[in-house]
């Protein structure tokens, strides 16, 4: 296994494995200590069926599901409309995945937040469309002493339904938005192995603990701004077949704009974490 790296801060492609191959004796070791250090792993040309795809992040841990139906652990990130062709740019469906556009880290909504997301290009929109990331950790370390001092006693409360209402109000009433209770962790989240501490914030976060609203609101915007200065964020130009796995715990992501007249769609498994990732530590 060879890692190249995708930027100072954070990320490696990886060489030289093939994801189908790996197992929990044989591969995910030494997989799990990449991600754990670097927080994203890239592979490309590694185009996967959705059965290889979930025994793959099953490696991590139990995979999550946001619904009812037991077959519905594998998501489509996905334009792409049940009659054909796609949906169109002012639909409810688009403007949720426009949401993802602020940026977050994903199921900090959830009663059991994600370690990780397994996300695959299958279909690339002609430009646009990218992801980019920033690692929360390199961001964290770089805030003055006084601020890092007090995010160790910060919680933040989360709703699905604050990042849905900034782009629009409608999407607010969706049972798929709805349906989650007010969740409340802590601002950091060390990793359990090097104790390295994290920023863990997102669009979904509504209110700080203990502090005036609006004046909660506008810190969270400045810190996610101190998180992601353009220097700090790497850009993922999608190809069909690419991979990556990135760590829910340190890192911040956003989907980019695309033509929304094409397709656009990529399969996405999260993976939710455990007491062995840490979990207890971000719990208030
Ligand atoms: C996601 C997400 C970003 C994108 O699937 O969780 O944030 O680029 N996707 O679509
Ligand atoms: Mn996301």
């Given at each position: 296994m060879k890692t190249t790296p995708l930027h100072p801060d954070f990320g490696v492609e990886v060489h030289g494995l093939d994801l189908k191959s790996v197992t929990a004796e044989d591969g995910y070791p030494e997989l799990r200590r990449l991600f754990d250090r670097h927080s994203l792993l890239l592979f490309r040309d590694q185009p996967l069926n959705d059965a290889e795809h979930l025994r793959l992040g099953n490696l991590f841990g139990p995979i999550e599901n946001r619904t009812e139906n037991p077959g519905d652990r594998l998501s489509a990130v996905s334009n792409k409309a049940a009659e054909g062709g796609v949906t169109a740019a002012d639909d409810l469906h688009t403007l949720?995945?426009?949401?993802?556009?602020?940026?977050?880290t994903d199921s900090t909504f959830l009663p059991v937040p994600a370690l990780a997301n397994l996300l695959q290009a299958r279909v690339v929109s002609s430009?646009?469309?990218?992801?980019?990331?920033?690692s929360t950790r390199a961001g964290f370390?770089?805030?003055?002493?006084?601020?890092?001092?007090?995010?160790?006693?910060?919680?933040?409360?989360?709703?699905?339904?604050?990042?849905?209402?900034?782009?629009?109000?409608?999407?607010t009433t969706l049972d798929i938005i709805?349906?989650?209770?007010?969740q409340h962790w802590r601002a950091l989240w060390p990793n359990p192995e090097t104790g390295e501490e994290a920023l863990y914030i997102a669009s979904h976060v509504y209110a700080?603990?203990?502090?005036?609203?609006?004046?909660?609101?506008?810190?969270?915007?400045d810190l996610?701004?101190?998180?992601?200065?353009?220097?700090?964020?790497y850009t993922h130009a999608w190809r069909p077949?690419?991979?990556?796995?990135?760590?829910?715990?340190a890192t911040l992501h956003r989907g980019r704009p695309w033509p929304y007249k094409e397709e656009?769609?990529?399969a996405s498994i999260c993976v939710t974490a455990r007491d062995v990732d840490g979990l207890q530590a971000v719990r208030v």
């Open positions: 949720n995945l426009i949401a993802n556009q602020l940026w977050h430009t646009g469309g990218e992801t980019e990331f920033v370390k770089r805030l003055p002493r006084e601020t890092q001092e007090r995010l160790r006693r910060t919680s933040f409360h989360h709703d699905y339904k604050t990042s849905r209402g900034d782009i629009a109000e409608e999407l709805q349906k989650w209770p007010e700080v603990e203990g502090m005036d609203r609006a004046e909660a609101r506008a810190w969270v915007k996610i701004a101190a998180m992601t200065p353009p220097e700090a964020i077949g690419d991979m990556i796995i990135w760590d829910e715990r656009r769609t990529l």
